[in-house]
């Protein structure tokens, strides 16, 4: 008799437990993106390496603080933190600073981050849409940038 096997096999034991990260690692999930940190200082926050900062969240750091296109942020000596290692960002303080919807899973070490206000607000005074991606019935993924200089009507709808 055939072995009845189930379509996906991490799905086998859905409530097993299994590591989201390799030990010592953490977890950031931002703008629909897993990002896994390899090199966070121990402890329970969560703090980076400055110059991770650009792969989390697109931000980098220079003289005037944390800049991201014409956006900049001054930092504090409680967000940008230096030792002889070098200099760290702790991401919860940046968020608190910043007014960024910020929850923990500090025993898993995963940290998911809001969008940030002042970028929201960015894009409502230019008038563009935040990038995106789609897929279409057919399989073809859509970018908002390959409508660029067309006009377009984008009508979202959620069952939710």
Known sequence: MAKNMMAFPELRHP??????HAAGERTVL????RI??????SGDG???PAKSLTAINGFTIKPEGACLDDLCIPLNDRILLSDDTGNWIDLEAFADHVGQPCVADRAAGVWSFGEIPARRQQTLLNARAPE???TDRNGKVLRLAD?????AL???????
Do not use: N
């Open 46 to 48: 969560l703090v980076i």
């Open 132 to 134: 995106f991606e789609v």
């Open 147 to 151: 409508l660029k200089g067309k006009k």
């Open 15 to 20: 409530f097993e437990e299994s590591p989201l």
């Open 36 to 41: 896994t940190v390899t090199d966070a200082r």
């Open 30 to 33: 931002y703008q629909g993106r």
């Open 154 to 160: 984008i009508v979202t709808w959620s069952s939710w």
